[in-house]
């Protein structure tokens, strides 16, 4: 995914590239409101991608962050994050209300800044781009995910197993949703967090693991979600049963 980091601080700009780098982002660099608009506007190279995901400061040095980011929203509907020291809540809502879609307050968690970074480019790709590979999403909100004897609806939110339908809460259903439609693939904690319950990993972890618990005891299938250790949680998708004597 290409990235736009918009920062007036070369410091923090480097430091913060080289994680995204890290983490399969190809960033690029605006140190002012005017080099972010001219990134975003269509270039004569067809074959470059467009960003998935901009990272604005408000602090920068030739025009607010608010304005930079209410005329971003005019050019282009790639996701905004505003990524500021200004942590008021009337600070927040008038971000939100210009276009920004996502609002992190330094200093952040890393970790927390990548899991929204994710959450907002699969919401404005419908579930195709997140750090997962581009796998392909597995069904549509009308067709079932199919994960052994176990059927998710996602249009109707409706679980059952072997036929019979399990009653799960709003929150145990969009867990096991999100993990669903990728079987295999790890979840990071935080990623759970914020794609769930729309907030951060701090005092969440212990929720997350309460959900973990009373699904596999309420599908009856423990191994059917998978710890792993220091990471987070992934879908086995049970083998497909083979005709008797095969």
């Known amino acids: ?42 270039s004569g190279d067809a074959g470059r991608a467009p960003f998935g995901v901009v990272l604005l400061d408000l602090g920068l040095p030739d025009q607010d962050g608010y304005q930079v980011c209410g005329k971003l929203r005019k050019l282009t509907s790639t996701p905004v994050i505003m990524v500021t020291a200004r942590s008021d809540v009337r600070s927040r809502i008038h971000g939100l209300n210009l276009g920004a879609d996502d609002y992190v307050v330094k200093p952040y968690d890393t970790g927390e800044l990548l899991a929204r970074i994710h959450a907002v480019s699969r919401r404005a790709t419908g579930g195709d781009a997140e750090d997962t590979g581009s796998l392909p999403v597995v069904g549509s909100p009308a067709e079932p995910l199919r994960l052994g004897s176990v059927v998710v609806e996602l249009s109707t939110r409706r679980v059952s197993v072997d036929g019979t339908p399990v009653q799960l809460t709003r929150k145990e259903f969009d867990l096991l949703a999100l993990l669903a439609q990728r079987p295999g693939v790890v979840f990071r904690r935080e990623q759970i967090i914020s794609e769930v319950w729309r907030t951060s990993w701090e005092g969440t972890g212990r929720t997350l693991e309460v959900h973990v618990a009373s699904l596999r005891a309420k599908l009856r299938m423990p191994s059917l979600i998978e710890t792993v250790r220091g990471v987070g949680y992934r879908l086995v998708a049970p083998a497909a049963p083979t005709a008797a004597g095969s």
């Not at 995914?1 to 920062?7: A, F, P, Q, S």
């Not at 601080?9 to 690029?28: E, N």
């Not at 002012?32 to 506007?41: D, F, S, T, W």
């Open 1 to 42: 995914m290409r990235l736009l980091l918009v920062e007036d601080d070369d410091h923090v700009a480097a430091a913060l590239s080289a994680v995204l780098r890290k983490h399969g982002f190809a960033v690029t660099h605006a140190r002012n409101g005017e080099e972010a608009l001219k990134a975003v506007l269509p």
